[in-house]
DNA sequence: CGGTCGTTTGATTACGATCAAACGAAGTGG
DNA sequence: CCACTTCGTTTGATCGTAATCAAACGACCG
């Protein structure tokens, strides 16, 4: 069924990976509201011009964000994975701009926006922290359009998979080598702005250069390093306090 | 000189496109302390890995932010003009992760993160318009994601002209149809990705389409509406609470 | 009046898109 | 348990947009 720890404590092992919370904060964001939610693969969990009431935390599995172009072309946008936060800009912003799905079954602790700005206005300490986490996220969104912009394939689909691994580390989801895959070649492909086929190509010409093995629903980085400089990535954007393994 | 608004007032000017503030918050920001400075076009306001004290406020001029790859590459991730305030996130993130460089001569207010963030905590609704202020920014870059993952050439060009040109608008930096255009053709590659030759060739297209006129310092919109369409653009994601000019 | 920087034009190349079809795995129902 | 469907992956052939290479041109500046 859920998760069995108490949601805000997966919220706040998310935020202490970027900012030191004080007993004080974690104690008050323990006391959070929230009502626990499912969905399943490809259901909309905000669509685009939603007027919400609440944000979303990812306790367990995936979900994306994406947008789409009047020619019916798609791009995604953002990845979510336990203990992100989607919609936080809800609270502030009246309407979405993007939509949020999800990517495998998920569980979601929906959090009012009332109750979380609340607590920001009352405790600044937790208002830097939520503040904080979007400007990790747009941190994030630049090494993309970098990504988008000027790398090509072979750069763009190594990038897209450190980062997903560096992220399920800080996450962790997983130790190390082995991470949760939960992509298909399509929906990696309107993350890096390719075709599906080309990433199908993409991915064989990496595999065959032994950086990694595995295909469906996990994936085992065999040279980290390697991969690592195939997709030119530095982690210093994830912004993480502690950085698990080398950066 | 120097612009002879106060510049706060340039800051609650563009504060107040999105949110509503008070008097009383008005008076609050207006209190700000400020350090004025310029800069030539080409020169730094901050370095990728600085660790900074300052935030920077546009009184006058263009910057830009850009972040390059390790084979030599710059993409540019931001633009900024009067209003927009350069390295928020520095109060709160400990290093900055792109560089930003003056496009033109620039007037800046520096104002010092340690005052902004203590006006934030002591007064939630100023919290909450910097916040925003961060969010609008994210949307933004978001947009850009379409653009560089999923529109051709035309269309690339096409929506960075309506926004620069949106964006213009809410900052009163244009009446209408004429604006300013501090950009190289190299810049531009640069912003959507494309190289300078090719950016070259798909303004000319569009010039002789007779969407816009004017090459050099400022570029006269002749077919609004037309060059919104061939962008696929929709300026909903500006968030301007006052859309001057028809959406 | 050179020198520098940005724009323009032409010729050629290539990376990734597109089109098309087969293949494989997982799930469903008879 | 086996057809049958569906969804995702894989492979091949061809095409096209934008990159690359190269050089001339034009504007501005000292």
Redesign the pocket.
Known sequence: MFAQTHPPEIMIAKLAQHTALSIDDCATLNTLPYRLGSVE?GAYMIRAGDKTQNCGLILKGFAFGSSTTSDGHRQIVSVYMRGDLINLAGGIMPVTDHGVQALTHADVAYIPHDALFDLASQHPSIGRALWRDTLVDASIARQWMVSLGR??????VSHFICEIGRRQNGAELTDGDVLVWP???????DAV????????????GLRDERFFSG??HNLTIMDAEGLRDAGDFRSGYIHSVNQPLAA
């Not at 992509?183 to 492909?189: G, L, Y």
């Not at 702005?193 to 064989?204: A, D, F, W």
């Open positions: 693969p790398r090509n394939a072979r750069q763009r992509f298909t070649q399509e929906q990696v492909a702005g390719l075709t599906p086929v080309h990433v199908n190509r993409t991915l064989h295909h469906r």
